[in-house]
């Protein structure tokens, strides 16, 4: 199956400065870069996510970009505030993986004030 | 409306007893899944279901067993429950068709968190 690296496993940063968040991955087949942030107590929801024909994505605070040739993609959240206070989880699917969401081991983000 | 919802919320049991999770949607999706999610919150893929079907059944003990009596419903039985059963158990769906795999946004539960004892 596919093995998605995630890193960093933690990430503090001070409110109003960015984050980023990069994931590798194994599997060229993969086309499909979803993104999902889980609050504490929560179900993991999604946030955002590219296709493999796209290179970048951006929604308000938030933009994924995608590296096919390094197959590495990223997400970069600007202008942080508490509430973007989670854990993140990347997952990079296959065309023919019948939407196996195997998540990258996750990024717990803490903005502090 | 819960687009997907799955009981109990909290299940605290002792080792060695046998308990189910149950899980529905109404979304109209093929695909059903369930996760464990472990202390250093890790989000495992366990099983995954496409119209009732076992698609992915992942390395996991054969005292977990899920059934899918119908594509809007996917529970999850455990036999003989360990101390290392212990987690959060998501159960989440997302779009199929028919024969033809989709990905999609996949919705999860709000998760049960199983304590053994």
């Known amino acids: 199956g596919e093995n998605v690296e995630q890193h960093p496993s933690t990430l503090s940063v001070q409110e109003g400065d960015s984050a980023v968040i990069k994931c590798t991955y194994s599997?060229?087949?993969?086309?499909?870069f979803p993104w999902y942030k889980q609050e504490l107590g929560k179900r993991p929801q999604l946030i955002i996510d590219?296709?493999?024909?796209?290179g970048e994505k951006k929604d308000q605070r938030i933009a994924v970009t995608l590296n096919k040739t390094a197959k590495h993609f990223s997400l970069h959240i600007t202008e942080t505030q508490p509430e973007d206070s989670a854990v993140y989880f990347c997952?990079?699917?296959?065309?023919?993986?019948?939407?196996?969401?195997?998540f990258g081991a996750g990024t717990q983000v803490v903005v502090t004030p | 409306d819960t687009a997907v919802s799955q009981t109990p919320k909290y299940l605290v049991t002792q080792m060695g007893n046998d308990k189910s999770i149950k899980c529905e949607q109404n979304?109209?999706?093929?695909?059903m899944y369930w996760y464990k999610q472990d202390s250093k919150k890790f989000l495992k893929i366990m099983f995954s279901?496409?119209?009732?079907?076992?698609?992915i059944n992942e390395t996991v003990p054969n005292r977990f067993s899920p059934k899918s009596p119908d594509k809007a419903h996917l529970n999850l039985h455990i036999n003989s429950l360990e101390l290392g059963d212990s987690a959060v158990y998501f159960c989440?769906?997302?779009?199929?068709?028919?024969?033809?795999?989709?990905?999609?946004?996949?919705?999860f539960g709000q998760g049960t968190r199983l304590t053994v004892v």
């Open positions: 989440a769906s997302s779009q199929g068709a028919g024969t033809v795999p989709m990905n999609t946004e996949a919705f």
């Open positions: 599997d060229s087949a993969s086309n499909y």
């Open positions: 590219i296709r493999s024909n796209v």
């Open positions: 997952a990079a699917i296959p065309t023919d993986s019948w939407g196996k969401f195997q």
């Open positions: 979304l109209g999706h093929d695909t």
């Open positions: 279901y496409n119209n009732k079907e076992l698609i």
